[in-house]
Every structure is written in C-alpha cells, then in structure tokens.
C-alpha cells in the first residue's frame, strides 16, 4: 500500500469532526488533535480542517519524522503498523514496541544485541530488524507486526484500567485498531 493510501484509508477510519467530552484531546478532525493540528501551523476551526491538512500532518509528523519510511523500505506492513499504531499513541511508543519486541524474539541476543528502548529509529533498530528479517525468513514480518499488535493491545486495556473514562474508547481501539 502507498503511503498516500495508507494516510486515506486511515483519514477514512478517523472520520471528521469530534469533540467527545471524555477524550483529553479536546476536538479532533481526520483523527488530528487541535493541538498538533495549531503547533503544526493550522489556525482555522477544527470543525472545517481540510482532509489535506490533516494528510501532510500525517506524512510528516507520524510517517517521515519517526522513520516509518525507512521500516517500509524492509518491512511495509510492519511500517503500515507501526504508523496506524503512532498515530493512535505516538510515534515513539510504537517505536518502543517494535524496539521490545526485537528484543524478544533475538534468541538472548545470539541473533542481534538487545537494543535501547529509546522510541527512536536509528541505525541500530534498523541493523536489527535486518538481521531478524534475514535470519527468520519469509514468515518473519507477519510475527513482529503480531507482537506489536500484541503490545498494542495490552496498552489499550492498561489505559481502560487506569483511567476508567477510556472506556468509552476501549472497544473501538480494539476493533478498529488491532489486525
């Protein structure tokens, strides 16, 4: 899938314009909050925000910035992932995902040494995720984007737990979220 599709099919899921009373980030149009929409240079009302608006925020901020583009490069459903993850709940805590979960599946570092969980993509994720792609085979990508869907899935009940208004959320994450 192209990144355009991607960031349609996404816009598409998100839907427009919502203020839900329970969500801490106040209003939201195509799924981008008012704050990144303002700190990303967008001034008009949120109600009216353009679906173009919303697509450069996601290339930019939730595609290219954290290396998605490098991912999809080696893995491109593990990227398409990765970003639906990272717009949901950032881009460094789906980084921190993939990175946990590299870690677990290196065999006690004999395939690659343990990495940083840093929420970043540098050079060393990007060695590893090479060298487990290499040395697991075909079926490889399928089992780390299921991990990362796995950790995804824990957080969203974690967050449920902890702060019982996000159970008003709860279902939909995990229905429209998870593979």
Known sequence: MTVKAMIDALIAREG???????????????????AVARAEGYDG?????????????YRRLYWEAPGFDRIAERAPALAEELFDTGVNMGPQIATGFLQRAL?????????????????????????????????????SEAVLRKAVDALQGERYLALAERRPANEAFVYGWLANRLD
């Open 16 to 34: 427009g314009f919502v203020d839900h009373p329970a969500d801490r980030g106040g209003p939201t149009n195509w799924g981008i909050t008012e």
């Open 45 to 57: 009302s949120m109600r009216t925000m353009p679906k173009s608006s919303a697509a450069a925020i």
């Open 103 to 139: 870690n677990a599946l290196n065999r006690n570092a004999a395939d690659f040494a343990d990495l940083v969980r840093d929420g970043s993509i540098g050079p060393k994720t990007l060695a590893a995720l090479d060298r487990f792609l290499e040395t697991r085979g075909p079926a």
